[in-house]
């Protein structure tokens, strides 16, 4: 457990310093949590005045395209990252942004790189039924689980969720619009979901994301937890 610890903060320390350098302001903070296969990180005030201007603007759209291209060459360096500091080869990099909070979360699928791992695996949620969060979706899908990363870090994981329109859209190279209604439709289910786990975990939720891999037909929500004292 230490071990896992002093790992997740050097990766966090990395992910930092790379974020400052390419985007001219980096996060103030970043915590990082192991349970393979997941490796999430949740960025804290990552918000340049820059950026702050078009989001006042109204042109998060612009934001968002640029924040994504600058992304897309990122991820080899931040797979270089994780195989450096923890010996895991990265297979998929997925972000999302909370320009409201000036937060942001990066969710890494992740395997051990050729040998034993020190890392836990994610702790699957016994206690928060599946059926329950099927019912409360706003989006229907194959199946649907839940994981307790740490304590501070909830993820559930909905597969199975293109339909066949879904997919005429994908194949038609229409991926953005898609992702963009989809996030619309998820997020109208999103305040039930959460009701349903405070009340069932008997925890507080302190931001959510909601995030895609649409190669993957699944989609992943991820909810950062406040402690017990109730600070952030």
Same mark, same amino acid.
């Given at each position: 457990? *230490? ?8 990766? /966090? ?6 974020? $400052? ?10 915590? #990082?949590?192991?349970?393979? !296969? ?12 820059? *950026?702050?201007?078009? +989001? ?7 934001? $968002?395209?640029?924040?994504? @291209?600058?992304?897309?060459? %990122?991820?080899? =360096? +931040?797979? /270089?990252?994780?195989? *450096? +500091? /923890? ?14 909070? &000036?937060?942001?979360?990066? #969710? ?7 040998? @034993? ?5 994610? #702790? !699957? ?5 599946? $059926?329950?969060?099927?019912? %409360?979706? /706003?989006? &229907? ?10 304590? $501070?870090?909830?993820?559930?994981? =909905? ?7 879904? =997919? ?12 963009? @209604? ?12 959460? @009701?349903?786990?405070? =009340?069932?975990?008997? +925890? ?17 929500? #991820? ?10």
């Amino acid at each position: 457990m *230490e071990q896992t610890k002093i790992i997740e903060s050097e990766i /966090a320390k990395s992910i930092g310093r790379l974020l $400052r350098d390419s985007f001219g302001k980096g996060p103030d903070a970043v915590f #990082v949590s192991i349970g393979l !296969p997941y490796v999430i990180a949740h960025l804290r005030n990552f918000l340049s005045p820059m *950026e702050k201007v078009l +989001i006042e603007q109204n042109q998060e759209p612009m934001l $968002r395209l640029a924040r994504e @291209a600058v992304m897309r060459n %990122l991820t080899p =360096k +931040i797979g /270089a990252i994780f195989k *450096e +500091i /923890a010996q895991l080869e990265l297979t998929e990099l997925l972000y999302e942004w909370d320009f409201d909070n &000036k937060s942001a979360v990066l #969710v890494a699928s992740c395997s051990p790189a050729g040998h @034993a791992s020190p890392f836990y695996s994610a #702790v !699957p949620t016994k206690d928060l039924p599946p $059926r329950k969060l099927k019912q %409360l979706s /706003a989006m &229907k899908s194959e199946d649907i689980a839940s994981y307790h990363i740490n304590t $501070r870090t909830l993820l559930v994981i =909905k597969r199975g969720i293109l339909g066949a329109v879904e =997919k005429q859209f994908i194949e038609q190279g229409q991926e953005e619009q898609l992702k963009h @209604a989809l996030q619309t439709l998820e997020s109208k289910g999103l305040a039930r979901i959460i @009701a349903l786990i405070e =009340k069932t975990l008997d +925890i507080k939720i302190h931001e959510s994301f909601i995030l895609w891999s649409l190669p993957q037909n699944m989609s992943l929500l #991820v909810f950062i937890l406040y402690p017990p004292s109730g600070k952030t």
